[in-house]
């Protein structure tokens, strides 16, 4: 073989190491690594030139491989080190010095310091345009490392989470109201300028919807604002600021929502819309005067496509037999669904997934609720209200005349609209609704208590559900857990002494479930079925036969029991399912 002269060889290895850079192609690595198929390969990318996404998403959509193998293939094939990254591992200083908007863009983090390298986390290592690029913004040295975007992402949410910008709007804000004398008497002035409680609170909300909050709670206090979040039924504080800014934002919340901004001394409540990345966000506000001012609590109702597609029976996660139960309801033409449990434990979500199988052109749906929670097309929504004398009650007799074939009461909370209720099923409707009791047994007691006749229950009263909702085990950092000795004698108390106690999990704590070891929550669920059994018993009008009755219908199928379920399912923990079934001991 002829050797090169010296410019030559030059000019080659030049070459050869740009190829190498450059060549490097995900698809072919994948099929390298034998982590998919040619075949597979080419589909993907026939999908990718039609949909312009990115090769790797489309793998692991259709199948074909999961997000840590197409990582461990890589950092093999690179001979980069794959890091399971989380938020414990990475250094704030270093981070700081590459801007959100970057990261994001590049898919990279900062994640420490040695020496004058600067260990980056990159979800896409064969990107080298972006590692050049971050290693000019960062204007040193880079040791790349490979992560997976899921685990970038989740940390990225923590680092950036947006309460520092939103305490810079509230210092800005403080700043101004200092120079302004007349904010001095709490009352908001509208000379103040609207920007930055604006920037403030369209911050906040954007925050609250990535944090998966279902509420914020803003709370004047004696010596600062305090912002919370409740994120899978659990409050935390998000923010606090200078309590003199408190006046300026709750008078931008209630303008926005249509309030009284000069009635301050009494509780109001209303509602707005709120878009945030393209969705619309249905917010409902409400108002209480407290010893420090104003405090203003925020529901956020995801609403439109996203809110609507949610709703299906099939994704509660009902046990097979209530599943089933519920169906077959649904597939008759009368009699009353009564969904019990206490707020929060997700009995609207459940009445929504049923009122969805049902929404058909043949069916007239109409609903009466305070608040309409989920917009569903083709269904009648009405809001009651009691100001004006639109009483539950009152709605649902006007609805009755309006000639529907199902009815959505939100709640049953007086006589007149339970017995007005139990009517509708009895004469042909099928009526769906709440009430709030602990359990399925003690319902149709609450029923007679509230006043209804014992034969109306008896006759319209086909299935009483009751539920809670437990947090999820985070599945980024789940572990298995043996169970302490107090959740052995729970689980056994339910399941029996001979029941094997495996599968337990519990999460540790990460990035992902801000460090809860919770995200994410289920539905635990019992039925009560009015069968002939448990109608005769209670129709004796004997509270031992009726228990006993009731009891033996349920068999299986209580909270007790899908909790426990669920916790050897390691869908959550024993400490979860103790606390909604109440025998929790701390
Ligand atoms: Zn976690």
Redesign the pocket.
């Known amino acids: 073989m002829k050797a090169l002269d010296p410019i030559e060889f030059k000019a080659v290895s030049a070459a050869v190491s740009a190829g190498a850079r450059q060549k490097v192609r995900l698809g072919d690595m994948l099929v390298a690594t034998g982590l998919i198929t040619g075949a597979q390969l080419q589909s993907a990318l026939a999908e990718q030139k039609r949909s312009g996404r990115r090769l790797g998403r489309i793998l692991i959509e259709d199948g074909s491989t999961d997000e840590e193998s197409i990582a461990r293939a890589l950092s093999s094939q690179l001979q980069l080190t794959y890091l399971e990254l989380t938020l414990d591992m990475v250094s704030v200083r270093v981070v700081k010095r590459l801007p959100e908007v970057q990261a994001r863009k590049f898919r990279v983090l900062p994640i420490d310091e040695i020496g004058d390298v600067v260990r980056v986390g990159m979800a896409d290592p064969t990107d080298y345009q972006a590692q050049d690029e971050v290693q000019r913004l960062l204007n040193c040295e880079i040791d790349p490392v490979v992560v997976t975007e899921t685990r970038l992402n989740a940390v990225l949410d923590r680092l950036y989470s947006k309460s520092e910008e939103i305490t810079g709007f509230a210092k800005e804000l403080g700043l101004e109201m200092a120079g302004d004398p007349a904010s001095g008497d709490g009352a908001a002035n509208a000379t103040v300028d609207d920007a930055p409680v604006a920037k403030l609170l369209q911050t906040l909300f954007e925050d609250a919807l990535r944090s998966r909050a279902s509420d914020i709670h803003v709370e004047p206090q004696e010596r600062k604002l305090q912002i919370r979040f409740r994120v899978d039924g659990a409050l935390m504080i998000h923010t606090e600021a200078e309590s003199r800014i408190a006046p300026a934002v709750v008078q931008r919340l209630k303008l926005m929502s249509g309030l009284d901004i000069a009635e301050r001394r009494l509780p109001q409540d209303g509602r707005f819309v709120a878009k945030m990345r393209n969705q619309p966000i249905d917010m409902r506000i409400s108002t209480m005067p407290t010893q420090f001012g104003e405090s203003v609590v925020l529901r956020l109702l995801p609403q439109g496509a996203q809110g609507a597609s949610l709703l299906s029976l099939e994704r509660l996660g009902m046990p097979a037999p209530i599943f089933q139960k519920i169906s077959e309801f649904i597939s008759q033409a009368q009699g009353m669904l009564l969904v019990t449990g206490p707020t929060g434990s997700g009995k609207t979500t459940t009445l929504y997934g049923a009122l969805a199988e049902m929404n058909k052109p043949h069916a007239k749906i109409i609903t009466v609720e305070d608040p309409v929670e989920y917009r569903l097309p083709g269904i009648n929504q009405v809001q009651v209200n009691d100001k004006i004398g639109l009483t539950f009650a009152s709605v649902l007799r006007s609805t009755l005349r309006q000639d529907p074939d199902i009815v959505l009461v939100g709640e049953m909370r007086d006589r007149d609209t339970v017995e007005t209720g139990l009517r509708a099923a009895m004469t042909g409707h099928m009526v769906l609704t709440t009430l709030h009791t602990n359990d399925a047994i003690s319902t149709p007691m609450r029923l007679l208590d509230m006043g209804a006749p014992r034969y109306l229950i008896t006759t319209s009263l086909r299935l009483v559900l009751a539920q809670r909702l437990v947090r999820t085990v985070?599945q980024?950092?789940?572990q298995p857990h043996p169970p302490t000795a107090q959740e052995e004698s729970f689980l056994r108390s339910v399941l029996g002494a001979q029941h094997p106690l495996a599968g337990l999990q519990q999460?540790?704590?990460?990035?992902?479930?801000n460090?809860?070891?919770h995200?994410g929550r289920h539905g635990v669920y019992e039925l009560l079925d009015m069968s002939p059994a448990v109608v005769h018993a209670f129709n004796n009008d004997d509270t031992g036969a009726y228990m006993a009755a009731s009891r033996r219908e349920i068999g299986e199928l209580s909270l007790a029991r899908h909790a426990c379920d669920l916790v050897l399912a390691g869908r959550t923990t024993a400490r979860e399912a103790m606390r909604v079934i109440g025998r929790v001991v701390e």
């Open positions: 985070c980024e950092c789940s999460g540790v704590g990460c990035a992902n479930c460090r809860t070891g995200h």
